[in-house]
């Protein structure tokens, strides 16, 4: 979709349909010019009773007295409450609504803001209507069913024309990102396997001005990633690990060094440990940190990262045949430890486990994020919406959470109890991949972080909530959602 700007009144704007804002209580639209379109939208709120209460819209045909054909007035809440958060769904809201009338164009007239609201302002608003404009319909051959695709949206604000453009640039950017790493996991398990993946990093990375590395099995083998390995040996597909860099143009002895590295288990089974039915419909999502370390990657350029930035993902199937990994076999990591299999569905943190201490090892970061579905019981703490933190370091803490509230992600700290390592020993081996039913999340970042030096900086985000969606929103539809992008990217463009 193409965004456009524009400092015009909402009654100038040409487009299939203009959307307009109204906060809880506002008897007319914000940011609208005094005049007939105002005089007649204001009418139309008081006859709806329509109170501007967030989530609300309403749809009005102005038989083309005016630029656009048809307007819609879409409620915020509260003034200076999650303004941004709303905007940003309002407009999503928008898009979807304008897409369900066949309209192909949108124009969003955004309210009044002053100073760097205005820049965040646009920047959600331009978020959101990609967002709203986002479908999944590579496999509908029915044409009745195929969504309208939105061809345009035209952005007005206030403000400086130059920084209603750069914003939007922005927002463009950053919905690119978080959408495809909606697409990558709304593929099909069966057609996005590790090999495919790896195809898709490497011309998306290109594109994006990163280099890109793929190491195929043999080369694993070579670099000692063993326990990954162990994970892979039960599918036919070959696992990949791929690396990519970003350089920013200029750096300096200061210049940090960022590795994010991200779960990529393109299919779920649980390997022997089978998972049950219901709990294994969903799993094509198990490559959502992969997806998001790849789809954050590619917005570094466009929003200028300071930062040089290594990105590792770690592709595998967990499935069965013949050779497939079995409970009680020891594994041998790249850090050194060995691993006993207490289930071969904890199989995220055996993938994980060696692509951090190779990081922490080679590539020598001043911090690392790594993102992964990792467990369920992450699920069960905070719900399907909230992605939970796992750190033991205040600075990084605080910058991830600043993030995620700037970016409109919903991450929450989880503690990292060193009581409940010893959940982790094993008998045979150093240690073992499960701990007891209760704190699941919790233990896997503790295993996570048996393979790092206890002083390098690094956070573990558990995205298994919300990177797949299984009720809709204005925001995202069905399936994949991105989960995680935009923390880290707004991580990374505030160093
Ligand atoms: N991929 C799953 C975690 C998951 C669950 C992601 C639901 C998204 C939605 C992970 O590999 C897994 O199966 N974890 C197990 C761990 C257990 C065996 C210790 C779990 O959470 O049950
Ligand atoms: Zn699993
Ligand atoms: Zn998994």
């Known amino acids: 979709m193409k965004i456009r700007t524009s400092g015009m009144d909402l009654a100038e704007l040409k487009a299939d349909v203009a959307a307009c804002f109204a906060y809880e209580g506002d008897s007319r639209p914000a940011g609208v010019k005094n005049g007939p379109l105002a005089r007649e939208l204001a009418a139309e709120m008081k006859a709806e009773?329509?109170?501007?209460?967030?989530?609300?819209?309403?749809?009005?045909?102005?038989?083309?007295?005016?630029?656009?054909?048809?307007?819609?007035?879409?409620?915020?809440?509260?003034?200076?409450?999650?303004?941004?958060?709303?905007?940003?769904?309002?407009?999503?809201?928008?898009?979807?609504?304008a897409a369900?009338?066949?309209?192909?164009?949108?124009?969003?007239?955004?309210?009044?803001?002053?100073?760097?609201?205005?820049?965040?302002a646009v920047r959600a608003a331009v978020e959101g209507a990609h967002f709203g404009a986002y479908h999944f319909d590579r496999y509908l051959t029915d044409v009745d069913r195929q969504p309208v695709?939105?061809?345009?949206?035209?952005?007005?604000?206030?403000?400086?024309?130059?920084?209603?453009?750069?914003?939007?640039?922005?927002?463009?950017?950053?919905?690119?990102?978080?959408?495809?790493?909606?697409?990558?996991?709304?593929?099909?398990?069966?057609?996005?396997?590790?090999?495919?993946m790896a195809k898709v990093a490497v011309t998306e990375g290109r594109k994006s001005g990163l280099t890109v590395k793929v190491y195929n099995r043999a080369e694993l083998v070579k670099l000692g990633f063993k326990s990954m390995l162990a994970v892979a040996r039960g599918s036919k597909a070959?696992?990949?690990?791929?690396?990519?860099?970003?350089?920013?143009?200029?750096?300096?002895?200061?210049t940090e060094r960022i590795v994010l590295v991200g779960k990529g288990v393109t299919f779920d089974s649980g390997g022997l440990n089978l998972k049950p039915a219901g709990g294994m419909l969903a799993m094509k999502c198990d490559m959502g940190g992969a997806a998001a370390v790849l789809g954050a990657m590619t917005a570094l350029r466009d929003t200028g990262c300071k930062a040089e930035v290594h990105g590792l993902l770690g592709l595998v199937e967990n499935m069965v045949n013949g050779d497939a990994y079995k409970p009680g076999d020891i594994l041998d990591t790249y850090h050194g430890k060995t691993v006993e299999v207490g289930n071969?569905?904890?199989?995220?943190?055996?993938?994980?486990?060696?692509?951090?201490?190779?990081?922490?090892?080679?590539?020598?970061?001043?911090?690392?994020?790594?993102?992964?579905?990792?467990?369920?019981?992450?699920?069960?703490a905070l719900g399907v919406l909230a992605t939970g933190l796992f750190t033991r370091h205040a600075a990084l803490e605080k910058a991830l959470l600043q993030a995620a509230g700037d970016g409109g992600e919903k991450v929450w700290p989880l503690p990292m109890f060193e009581e409940y390592l010893d959940q982790l020993q094993s008998g045979p081996a150093d240690l073992i991949n499960i701990g007891q039913r209760w704190g699941g999340a919790i233990t896997a970042a503790l295993f996570l972080g048996e393979f790092l030096p206890r002083d390098l900086p690094w956070a573990h985000l558990d995205i298994a909530g919300p990177a797949f969606c299984e009720k809709a929103t204005a925001e995202t539809p069905l399936g994949g959602t991105g989960a995680g992008v935009r923390t880290i990217v707004r991580w990374l463009e505030g160093m």
């Open 344 to 380: 071969t569905d904890a199989e995220g943190r055996l993938v994980m486990c060696d692509l951090l201490a190779y990081a922490a090892k080679k590539l020598k970061p001043t911090a690392m994020v790594d993102l992964a579905t990792l467990t369920g019981a992450c699920m069960v």
């Open 49 to 97: 009773t329509f109170k501007g209460n967030l989530g609300d819209i309403m749809s009005w045909n102005a038989d083309g007295r005016f630029g656009s054909r048809r307007f819609l007035v879409i409620g915020l809440g509260k003034k200076g409450k999650g303004e941004l958060d709303a905007l940003r769904a309002g407009c999503a809201k928008a898009a979807r609504a």
């Open 238 to 254: 070959a696992p990949k690990f791929v690396h990519l860099v970003y350089k920013p143009k200029h750096r300096t002895v200061k």
């Open 149 to 196: 695709h939105l061809v345009s949206a035209l952005v007005s604000s206030n403000g400086s024309a130059t920084a209603i453009r750069k914003a939007a640039a922005l927002g463009s950017a950053m919905a690119a990102s978080v959408c495809l790493a909606r697409d990558l996991v709304n593929e099909p398990p069966s057609r996005l396997n590790p090999v495919a």
């Open 100 to 120: 369900a009338i066949h309209c192909k164009t949108l124009a969003l007239r955004l309210p009044p803001a002053s100073g760097k609201q205005v820049v965040s």
